[in-house]
């Protein structure tokens, strides 16, 4: 139990991971729909992502703050239904670890090592993140908490001097008519923000729970970081550029000049984005590890692991043999299922586990 993390712990690992797909997926995707008015399709999609954390907070982690997504299918659907699910998403967490990791390997390659080979890159994390997964899950809360204390200092400093090379009119204006357009640019922020779910999978110990305003509070922010990134990113670089650019975010740091002193800041974020990749993809690997092992009884934490990881490894290879091919199964199809995971299985089981007690 002393090996578990803290709730409060498991919500600033949640929150940090969710830098990672933020920094990679938004603006690009969300401009691509909304245009202007990018930034109010996450105002837009702040609705649906706080109500999941309500519901979550009531539903599945009950009263005393400890309930887990394995145990919820279980008292659902039965041991054997449940376990069968359980597997499931497992299989699914791995095949979406090793979309992750094709796609950091890719964006390490597009962003420093030009014409290096995304196997190697592959590898290393790999061994980092095999570390990570074979760890104390209280070590990777704690890694959480530091990265957070972080991640906030360096963003602010990004968005502020950023703020001073923001044009207005790439803003706006936004207008009503356009409104369809802003709730369609809200779908890939909300698939964006969904995968903490997958981190109610590791149990939690302490007697201090995580509030529900600290909850809100905390997903607030990271909804901030997500409007942060996308008002300097279409402010300073514009529509057009932002949904063409690979990585937007990147290139728009890459344009900063602060009193032509400071420059190039790019490296501390990549440094974060590294970093939260790490933490994320060793989380996602954790969980992995700890279902099979409950599942089918496997003893060894550091073979089912290795084994795992290979399949993380395989998935990334296979998942796609070109860019336009990765750039699918990263924007389109995980988006898709992890929305009909967290807003279909994940709310329907609730509901039925409540009933059923």
């Known amino acids: ?18 830098f990672s797909p933020m920094v990679r997926l938004l603006p690009r995707l969300n ?26 907070h009531f539903f599945i982690q009950g009263k005393d703050g400890k309930g887990t997504l394995g145990d919820m299918f279980t008292r659902a659907y039965g041991k054997v239904a449940g376990n069968v699910i359980n597997m499931l998403l497992t299989i699914w967490i791995a095949v979406y670890s090793g979309v992750v990791l094709r796609t950091s390997s890719e964006r390490m ?45 360096v963003l602010v400093l990004v968005t502020v001097f950023a703020l001073t090379n923001v044009k207005m009119k790439n803003l706006l204006p936004v207008t009503i008519s356009d409104s369809v357009s802003y709730v369609k640019g809200a779908v890939p922020v909300i698939s964006v923000m969904s995968p903490w779910l997958y981190f109610l999978y590791i149990p939690v110990t302490g007697n201090r729970q995580a509030s529900l305003g600290s909850k809100i509070a905390r997903f607030s922010m ?34 900063l000049n602060v009193f032509g002193i400071l420059e190039r ?46 399949v993380v490894v395989a998935s990334s290879v296979l998942v796609a043999d070109s860019a336009s091919q990765l750039s699918y199964a990263s924007e389109v199809f995980v988006p898709t299922v992890t929305l009909w995971i967290s807003f279909a299985l994940i709310p329907i089981s609730a509901i039925v586990s409540k009933m059923r007690i």
């Open 222 to 255: 990271a909804l901030g970081i997500a409007l942060a990134v996308t008002i300097t990113t279409v402010g300073v670089l514009g529509v057009e550029l932002t949904e063409v650019l690979h990585d937007p975010f990147f290139s728009m740091i890459r344009t």
């Open 109 to 153: 390659i597009s962003t420093i090592y030009k014409q290096a080979e995304p196997m190697f890159f592959s590898l290393v994390l790999i061994l980092l993140i095999l570390m990570v997964a074979t760890g104390k899950s209280k070590t990777l809360g704690h890694m959480g908490q530091v990265t957070w204390c972080i991640l906030i200092p």
């Open 31 to 56: 401009t691509a729909k909304a245009g202007q008015g990018a930034w109010i399709s996450i105002l837009i999609a702040a609705v649906p992502t706080l109500l999941m954390v309500i519901f979550a």
């Open 1 to 18: 139990m002393n090996d578990r993390m803290t709730s409060r712990q498991q919500l600033l690992l949640m929150t940090t991971c969710l």
């Open 265 to 310: 800041m790019e490296s501390l974020v990549i440094a974060l984005w590294v970093l939260t990749d790490v933490i994320y993809l060793g989380g996602l690997l954790l969980v992995c590890v700890e279902n099979t092992r409950k599942i089918v009884g496997a003893r060894s934490v550091r073979w089912t692991a290795v084994l795992l990881g290979g």
